[in-house]
């Protein structure tokens, strides 16, 4: 089963170090991990014309639409939700009907989360700005894990340190064991 | 032509009166402009026993599948990026191969915009933590302006003030004369 690897790590230092470790446990779990950071076969000759950030992208759809299913890294990255380009890559799944799974490493719930970076008070419905603050009690906006759940994936949170936010890979084991399971299902 | 209008619209205060502002905008230019927040017609009756949150996730799924194209508020919502939830939108309909368009209220690039957010100094291509600043001279995230491009649609910005954060619309209808065109070819 090919499982597409989405998340912030390509930013982390060593990228390609990083996709290595995530693949190698993917395969514990008898899962093949696919990185963004892979060259994909067969690549159209035309995108060697196209600006490198959007070969990037096509690349980045190809990969998806070449896997079985989606696992997201939605550790909140700069601000109180998960990289916009991790989600964007989940929705898009989500729309190929095939399972997606989301792994954090914060168990702080999004409302919270919100409240926290916009300095509102206690249990408050609004920002300063008058901007509703979402409380359903979920992990982060409510299409993530609208689409996770129904798509027969799942969430897996850990709570983490600061300097285990982009290490600790507790809950993407979790998420790995539910994949695996689902495919012996 | 019916048309998605996703965003952090729904978060403004009086989303409704919003959503039949902006309905109203897309029909001087001939096209049905489609809120997150209207009701679907013959929404499946078992999903009456859903969480709410989970019931709006896949409601805005169903809107978004019966529409022609999507067009999507992505001005920065807390933090340097667009809301999450309307670049997941955007990716379920860039996966239906349908097409897709973006508007911001603000001309900052998105490098720029990060290196504020995260207090990097000059042109410094890494955060406090280490984690990479994409640097590509786009507006978002690439999968973002890579998915617009690629499906046909396009990405417009205007220059607002705080105040016309929230308020100004030149850059929708921007987005909307383009969408007018396409439908018109």
């Known amino acids: 089963m090919r499982v597409y690897l989405a998340g912030p790590d390509v930013f982390l230092p060593n990228p390609e170090a990083r996709a290595t470790l995530l693949k190698s446990v993917c ?6 991990g696919i990185s963004p950071l892979d060259p994909l ?15 990037i992208a096509r690349r980045n759809e190809a990969h998806i639409a070449s896997c079985d299913a989606l696992i997201a890294n ?20 989500r729309a190929l009907r095939r399972p997606v799974y989301g792994w954090s490493n914060t168990t702080t719930p ?4 919100t409240r926290t970076f916009t300095h509102t008070t206690g249990t408050g419905t609004t920002d300063a700005d008058g901007l509703l603050i979402e409380d359903f009690g979920l992990a982060d906006n409510l299409m993530i894990e609208g689409a996770i759940t129904a798509s027969g994936g799942v969430f897996c949170s850990a709570k983490c340190n600061e300097a285990g936010q982009w290490t600790d890979l507790e809950a993407f084991r979790k998420c790995l064991a539910a994949c695996q399971q689902l495919e012996n299902t």
């Not at 395969?27 to 093949?32: A, C, N």
């Not at 550790?75 to 989940?90: I, K, M, Q, W």
């Not at 999004?110 to 989360?113: E, M, V």
């Open 41 to 55: 076969p067969n690549e159209p000759a035309e995108w060697a014309a196209l600006p490198e950030a959007h070969r």
């Open 110 to 113: 999004f409302a919270d989360r």
């Open 27 to 32: 395969s514990e779990y008898f899962l093949t």
């Open 74 to 93: 939605l550790t909140p990255f700069r601000g109180p939700s998960a990289d916009v380009g991790t989600v964007f890559e989940l929705g898009f799944m």
